[in-house]
């Protein structure tokens, strides 16, 4: 099977639009750098959104993609909350604090800010469930990965373009 086919495979993925991908995101990892913490974008935006805004540049490109490809195979997935300012995630951690009763119970689920990789633009959930479970199945194609064994909806790019996803934590209290 050759790049210039439009051959699917399993899973209806299209082999020229994978094989497209590839170099814009390997290309991308090699400017970048994928080794050790994740590098923030130059000019994080004021306020939040669910989108691809604020994101970190790689991690919105490599959604941007695998979006594109779920919903051209049928399959519903959206970002149900991505970039987050200081202020969004005190909230929720201080929300969360009250919910768990205690921050070591509230950070099985949330983030202090200065943690976050929400708040670095490095994370998004998604939605709806078979969406994320669609991204799960094949998000390594552009690199992202499922972090977390109590969190189906949250992802981040934890590997290279193709390669292989990292073991999940149990969650994100877990290091």
């Known amino acids: 099977m050759t790049a210039s086919k439009t051959a699917g495979l399993p899973g209806g993925i299209r082999v020229r639009r994978v094989l497209a991908s590839v170099p814009l995101l390997v290309g991308a990892f090699l400017l970048h750098g994928l080794a050790g913490a994740p590098q923030a974008a130059a000019l994080p935006p004021t306020q939040s959104a669910a989108g691809t805004e604020g994101l970190d540049p790689l991690l919105a490109v490599a959604y941007s993609m695998a979006e594109e490809e779920a919903h051209s195979v049928g399959v519903p997935l959206s970002i149900t909350s991505g970039y987050r300012t200081w202020d969004e995630?005190?909230?929720?951690?201080?929300?969360?604090?009250?919910?768990?009763?205690?921050?070591?119970?509230?950070?099985?689920?949330?983030?202090?800010?200065?943690?976050?990789?929400?708040?670095?633009?490095?994370?998004?959930?998604?939605?709806?469930?078979?969406?994320?479970?669609?991204?799960?199945?094949?998000?390594?194609?552009?690199?992202?990965?499922?972090?977390?064994?109590?969190?189906?909806?949250?992802?981040?790019?934890?590997?290279?373009?193709?390669?292989?996803?990292?073991?999940?934590?149990?969650?994100a209290a877990t290091r």
Do not use: K
């Open 89 to 171: 995630q005190l909230w929720l951690w201080n929300d969360g604090i009250a919910t768990y009763g205690s921050p070591d119970a509230a950070r099985r689920w949330v983030l202090p800010p200065e943690e976050s990789t929400h708040v670095s633009g490095h994370a998004v959930d998604v939605g709806p469930a078979a969406g994320a479970a669609w991204l799960e199945a094949n998000g390594n194609r552009w690199g992202l990965c499922r972090m977390f064994v109590n969190e189906w909806w949250h992802f981040e790019l934890a590997t290279v373009p193709g390669g292989q996803c990292p073991p999940m934590r149990p969650d």
